[in-house]
């Protein structure tokens, strides 16, 4: 949302234009479209499920792109006895003394039972993507795993994450007609070169081929349906060593 404001200086206006963006959870599992918020805490559950599922006894988890913390914090309420630590280089550290901050998954000075990237690797680039694969198979112990969680950006949820995207939020869909009849189909749209704010473009079809270069996939989950992956809006890739 814009709002655009006049203020006088002599005999001039400057106009000023503030830009108001809603936090993260207003986007995800505080959105005001039912849908979006079931799909998105269903995404969370799943989430700490299968972390609780592949963590030993005492086990260590690393949250690569770590966000508020919120995934981390939700497991550590659940398993007291698991080691929390979190790769986060944009967002401040959250307050939860429990979990502890690295700059990336090179630092670490232990070998991780899990690690996870929930969200994180439709905004990376190619170069910073086969980084994250190729570190995360050197920090992981050898049956360890790594688990995926990326956004469905083809089939059928488009059109919902699209239609949500410009009536709650009023930002204009970043897809033209031509792209968005393509993503419907399961057809390639060009990514943008700034995958930062953006998940236009993004197949996980095509992340998936990049991990089976350094994993084994395990299994495939998706969220929040029991249906196929055109009429989902998540999936989780958990994946081990080779």
Aim: with cysteine.
């Amino acid at each position: 949302m814009v709002k655009v404001f006049g203020r006088r200086r002599g005999r001039h206006v400057e106009i000023e234009a503030v830009v108001y963006r809603p936090s993260y959870e207003r986007q995800t599992v505080n959105s005001p479209n039912p849908l979006a918020r079931f799909a998105h805490r269903s995404r969370v559950t799943k989430s700490v499920a299968l972390a609780e599922k592949y963590l030993p006894q005492e086990g260590v988890v690393v949250d690569f792109g770590a966000g508020t913390g919120f995934f981390l914090s939700t497991l550590g309420d659940r398993r007291s006895d698991v080691a929390l630590y979190a790769v986060e280089p944009t967002m401040p550290p959250c307050t939860d003394s429990r979990i502890h901050y690295v700059p990336n998954l090179e630092s670490l000075r232990l070998e991780a039972d899990l690690i996870s990237a929930f969200e994180v690797c439709e905004h990376l680039t190619d170069a910073q993507l086969e980084q994250l694969l190729s570190d995360a198979n050197q920090s992981i112990k050898t049956n360890g795993r790594l688990i995926i969680s990326v956004p469905i950006m083809i089939g059928g949820a488009l059109i919902l994450k699209e239609l949500n995207r410009s009536l709650l939020f009023r930002r204009a869909s970043e897809y033209s007609i031509t792209e968005l009849l393509a993503g419907v189909f399961g057809r390639t749209v060009q990514r943008p070169t700034n995958r930062g704010p953006t998940h236009k473009g993004f197949d996980f079809r095509w992340l998936r081929e990049r991990v089976r270069e350094h994993f084994s996939i395990e299994a495939e989950i998706l969220s929040p349906l029991p249906l196929p992956w055109w009429a989902n809006s998540q999936i989780f890739i958990v994946s081990r060593k080779l």
